[in-house]
């Protein structure tokens, strides 16, 4: 998912009431829907273990963070989030659940690094930042936290994505996947409880196109784009230093009919791809082609689900209509 230029100022809500609009603003010194929301939303969390905890339930609790990646904020928000990581954890352990609650820690992006100087985000070795689908823009790591059950400091080499939370947590949880619809992640509990390592490959999307794919240790660009000339040339620069030529492209590239392959454990950094004349070349597009096939001939059209209009708007004087779904007129601008 990359950010449009009309964003549809979403509902929040707390069960199946809306609660406020998650507006990112700040006037007069007074918090916004955002601000507020977020801070309830802390408190709101740390009342739901309790409660579930005192009536012997389940519970399944996600922390998001807000705009971690903002850098002229960068120092406040490390230490907003590591002070609610803490109480969350603290409260566990309070609480005497620890053992029997499972943790996981990541991040939705790499990076922004396209704020200007001094004001950027860095990614290490890996190319470009947020909004991209190139390393520095995809890879992130992950923690997880689950006393007794998982070694600590045990490392772990597996591929995953957030969509792998959903089959995961249910198999923690000991429930099985539903059968009678499609799922896109995986259940990586094995990794966690054994440490094993699940081949599976990896889809890089951008709007409604698949941009890349990774195999193993490759990955193949089918597009590539940076971002645009005309933002470029404002100075705004999703790349800054990294500029690699024929592939941190300003345009909106096409390499379908010979894909950009990257062995990413030789060069992580996305800067050598391999020549397309070379038998490895060949073998790596022949494995990836196959994959990639069968991805399309099952992918299903998403049906949109918001709704602008929840129950509990009218309290609130703030029913919206929705915006007309335009997912190919995506202009994913800065």
């Not at 998912?1 to 009309?6: A, I, N, T």
């Not at 309070?94 to 992006?109: H, M, P, R, W, Y």
């Not at 470009?128 to 936290?145: D, I, L």
């Amino acid at each position: 998912m990359v950010w449009c230029s009309k964003l549809p100022n979403v509902p929040v809500y707390n069960n199946s009431q809306m609660v406020g609009r998650f507006v990112v603003k700040f006037l007069d010194g007074v918090w916004s829907d955002s601000r507020l929301i977020k801070f309830l939303s802390f408190q709101e969390g740390l009342d739901v273990i309790f409660h579930q905890n005192m009536a012997q339930w389940p519970f399944l609790l996600y922390r998001a963070a807000d705009a971690t990646h903002a850098s002229k904020r960068f120092l406040g928000k490390m230490m907003e989030l590591d002070y609610v990581v803490g109480q969350i954890l603290a409260w566990l352990r309070a609480l005497g659940i620890e053992k029997d609650t499972f943790v996981f820690f990541t991040s939705d992006n790499g990076a922004a690094v396209m704020s200007g100087p001094k004001q950027s985000g860095s990614n290490g070795p890996f190319l470009c930042g947020k909004e991209t689908t190139f390393e520095g823009g995809m890879r992130e790591p992950a923690v997880t936290w689950w006393p007794e059950h998982i070694p600590a400091g045990t490392v772990s080499q597996q591929l995953g994505t957030v969509v792998d939370l959903f089959s995961t947590s249910l198999s923690v949880a000991g429930f099985s996947v539903p059968d009678d619809s499609l799922i896109d992640g995986l259940d990586l509990s094995p990794v966690l409880h054994n440490n094993t390592l699940i081949n599976r490959p990896i889809f890089y999307y951008r709007g409604n196109e698949m941009m890349a794919v990774r195999v193993g240790p490759y990955k193949a660009h089918y597009w590539t784009w940076s971002n645009s000339w005309e933002e470029f040339n404002q100075g705004i620069n999703f790349c800054p230093g990294q500029e690699v030529a024929g592939v941190t492209t300003h345009t909106q590239q096409e390499h379908t009919m010979q894909p950009l392959i990257f062995h990413l454990g030789r060069g992580p950094w996305e800067k050598y791809p391999i020549s397309a004349v070379t038998k490895e070349y060949q073998d790596a597009l022949s494995r990836i082609t196959a994959v990639v096939e069968k991805h399309k001939k099952g992918l299903v059209p998403g049906v949109p689900q918001l709704n602008m209009s929840p129950p509990g708007c009218e309290r609130l004087g703030k029913c919206f209509k929705a915006p007309k779904s335009q997912p190919w007129k995506c202009d994913w601008p800065h």
